[in-house]
């Protein structure tokens, strides 16, 4: 497989004086100045997927902190209190196994979807393409197309230019704000957020608002494709995924080339041309700035415009659409049909990424489904590790941290054993109010001289009374010599 190609490096001629005091050499500088991108707008089947979604995510992302479920947010990430409310899940941190279950299926998902078809996610999905697209669209609508914002920024300051530039920064930040006071609401109960944002306080809430805003304003109104070129690992490690049957945003050398500029009336095979008629529309939509043409770049996040600028100059020049197309290397090369491009996209990498994705996914639905509404964790208290109190008995003492993960007050019955005449002394029911998690002391005794001196397995019974949610913990019971 081809590698990506790196960007070229300034190269700039001097000539220094040798020790014979002749001139020779040159220096190559490794920094060149960004030069500004003006994607230029276009229609068609992949950028109308791109807009799609871009709704789909954001109406997603917006609008899931103002939903309720109950009397509490749908989805909130209550840090403080060390809770996440997902639809009518309670999650702790003991349930952290889930988080690193969610991070393996979204890993093998990436690899998966890039194994098949490159970097779609980067393409239609991410936050990064997602927010570029929408600030970019707010610019077109303000500033005019392609063409009129070059006009704009190469001419003078006007009043008119300074009216425009500064009603886009306006809703820029607006946005960037909204995006950051949104994502802030993932982790503090949006409505209070707001009523706090109001009459300013909450110190930290307002920090991160701006923080997240800011980040947003920055990145997807000025660093825009740095940010998938430099910044996103994602790009130069996208190789290793790529094989020959991928399938990737093509230029069909053999048809294109010789390329060049012709009248549409005129037969291009009598004049040894290609289909490529030279017009750079692939370049000028693309929002990366770079040539397909070159072959495969790291730099292509797999957007697909430049497929539909292609096929609208095809049309109009009524040649066959798919000089710039979806197609594999080996495709491109064997000239194979899309219905053969499809079938090695089923190779045994991929069928493997697919089998092991639904595995993991079965299983941890089974466990979420499976999960019980309860948990319990046992410390043994170090200040009295045994001790003689009244009635002959022998006594350990223990905290229990009994959590609740219903969404309704659950009453508990605390029995143990493991041991003979081992009762519980202190209180065996307990109170606990709806996701909450509560810290409880419990006395545990035997009659002195039952068990010989040393360290005994003992077991902790929890069970929800009138529920059939039940917990065992195991502990020790410590007989002193």
Same mark, same amino acid.
């Given at each position: 497989?081809?590698?990506?190609?790196?960007?070229?490096?300034?190269?700039?001629?001097?000539?220094?004086?040798?020790?014979?005091?002749?001139?020779?050499?040159?220096?190559?500088?490794?920094?060149?100045?960004?030069?500004?991108?003006?994607?230029?707008?276009?229609?068609?089947?992949?950028?109308?997927?791109?807009?799609?979604?871009? @709704?789909?995510?954001?109406?997603?992302?917006?609008? =899931?902190?103002?939903?309720?479920?109950?009397?509490?947010?749908?989805?909130?990430?209550?840090?403080?209190?060390?809770?996440?409310?997902?639809?009518? *899940?309670?999650?702790?941190?003991?349930?952290?196994?889930?988080?690193?279950?969610?991070?393996?299926?979204?890993?093998?998902?990436? @690899?998966?979807?890039?194994?098949?078809?490159?970097?779609?996610?980067?393409?239609?999905?991410?936050?990064?393409?997602?927010?570029?697209?929408?600030?970019?669209?707010?610019?077109?609508?303000?500033?005019?197309?392609?063409?009129?914002? =070059?006009?704009?920024?190469?001419?003078?300051?006007?009043?008119?230019?300074?009216?425009?530039?500064?009603? +886009?920064?306006?809703?820029?930040?607006?946005?960037?704000?909204?995006?950051?006071?949104?994502?802030?609401?993932?982790?503090?109960?949006?409505?209070?957020?707001?009523?706090?944002?109001?009459?300013?306080?909450?110190?930290?809430?307002?920090?991160?608002?701006?923080?997240?805003?800011?980040?947003?304003?920055?990145?997807?109104?000025?660093?825009?494709?740095?940010?998938?070129?430099?910044?996103?690992?994602?790009?130069? @490690?996208?190789?290793?995924?790529?094989?020959?049957?991928? *399938?990737?945003?093509?230029?069909?050398?053999?048809?294109?080339?010789?390329?060049?500029?012709?009248?549409?009336?005129?037969?291009?095979?009598?004049?040894?041309?290609?289909?490529?008629?030279?017009?750079?529309?692939?370049?000028?939509?693309?929002?990366?700035?770079?040539?397909?043409?070159?072959?495969?770049?790291?730099?292509?996040?797999?957007?697909?415009?430049?497929?539909?600028?292609?096929?609208?100059?095809?049309?109009?020049?009524?040649?066959? +659409?798919?000089?710039?197309?979806?197609?594999?290397?080996?495709?491109?090369?064997?000239?194979?049909?899309?219905?053969?491009?499809?079938?090695?996209?089923?190779?045994?990498?991929?069928?493997?990424?697919?089998?092991?994705?639904?595995?993991?996914?079965?299983?941890?639905?089974?466990?979420?489904?499976?999960?019980?509404?309860?948990?319990?964790?046992?410390?043994?208290?170090?200040?009295?590790?045994?001790?003689?109190?009244?009635?002959?008995?022998?006594?350990?003492?223990?905290?229990?941290?009994?959590?609740?993960?219903?969404?309704?007050?659950?009453?508990?019955?605390?029995?143990?054993?493991?041991?003979?005449?081992?009762?519980?002394?202190?209180?065996?029911?307990?109170?606990?109010?709806?996701?909450?998690?509560?810290?409880?002391?419990?006395?545990?005794?035997?009659?002195?001289?039952?068990?010989?001196?040393?360290?005994?397995?003992?077991?902790?019974?929890?069970?929800?009374?009138?529920?059939?949610?039940?917990?065992?913990?195991?502990?020790?019971?410590?007989?002193?010599?």
């Amino acid at each position: 497989m081809k590698p990506p190609s790196e960007p070229a490096r300034k190269v700039i001629p001097i000539s220094p004086i040798a020790s014979d005091g002749s001139s020779q050499g040159e220096i190559v500088s490794l920094y060149e100045a960004q030069k500004k991108i003006y994607p230029r707008s276009i229609s068609g089947v992949f950028a109308r997927w791109r807009w799609g979604m871009v @709704f789909l995510t954001q109406l997603v992302f917006y609008g =899931l902190p103002w939903f309720e479920w109950g009397q509490r947010q749908m989805v909130l990430f209550d840090l403080g209190a060390r809770r996440f409310y997902i639809f009518g *899940l309670v999650l702790y941190p003991q349930d952290f196994i889930y988080l690193t279950g969610l991070l393996i299926i979204s890993a093998l998902s990436l @690899f998966l979807f890039t194994a098949v078809a490159g970097r779609l996610w980067c393409g239609f999905a991410c936050p990064q393409t997602v927010y570029t697209e929408m600030f970019m669209w707010i610019e077109h609508k303000i500033e005019g197309d392609r063409s009129a914002r =070059l006009r704009l920024d190469n001419g003078p300051w006007t009043f008119e230019k300074v009216r425009k530039k500064f009603f +886009k920064q306006v809703i820029w930040i607006a946005v960037a704000l909204w995006t950051g006071f949104t994502f802030v609401g993932y982790f503090v109960p949006i409505r209070e957020l707001g009523a706090e944002l109001l009459v300013m306080q909450g110190g930290w809430q307002i920090f991160w608002v701006l923080f997240y805003g800011f980040a947003t304003y920055g990145n997807a109104g000025y660093m825009r494709e740095q940010v998938c070129k430099y910044m996103c690992p994602y790009a130069r @490690f996208q190789s290793a995924m790529f094989d020959k049957d991928t *399938l990737i945003v093509s230029y069909d050398v053999e048809r294109g080339e010789p390329r060049g500029p012709r009248n549409k009336n005129i037969d291009q095979k009598a004049k040894g041309l290609g289909d490529c008629i030279d017009c750079t529309l692939c370049v000028q939509v693309c929002p990366v700035g770079i040539d397909i043409r070159k072959g495969l770049q790291y730099e292509c996040i797999g957007c697909g415009l430049c497929v539909d600028a292609c096929n609208t100059v095809m049309d109009k020049m009524h040649y066959p +659409k798919g000089l710039i197309r979806f197609s594999t290397q080996n495709g491109v090369a064997q000239r194979w049909s899309q219905s053969q491009i499809l079938r090695r996209v089923l190779r045994p990498r991929v069928l493997i990424y697919s089998a092991v994705l639904v595995a993991l996914c079965v299983g941890m639905m089974a466990s979420l489904v499976t999960r019980t509404p309860l948990m319990v964790d046992v410390v043994r208290d170090r200040a009295a590790l045994s001790r003689i109190v009244a009635g002959g008995k022998l006594e350990n003492i223990y905290r229990l941290q009994i959590m609740n993960a219903t969404e309704g007050p659950q009453r508990y019955r605390i029995g143990a054993r493991g041991l003979e005449g081992l009762e519980v002394a202190s209180d065996a029911e307990v109170e606990i109010g709806a996701a909450e998690s509560r810290w409880v002391a419990v006395r545990l005794q035997i009659p002195y001289g039952s068990a010989p001196p040393g360290s005994h397995a003992v077991q902790f019974d929890v069970q929800a009374l009138g529920g059939a949610a039940h917990v065992t913990e195991k502990s020790v019971f410590l007989v002193p010599r």
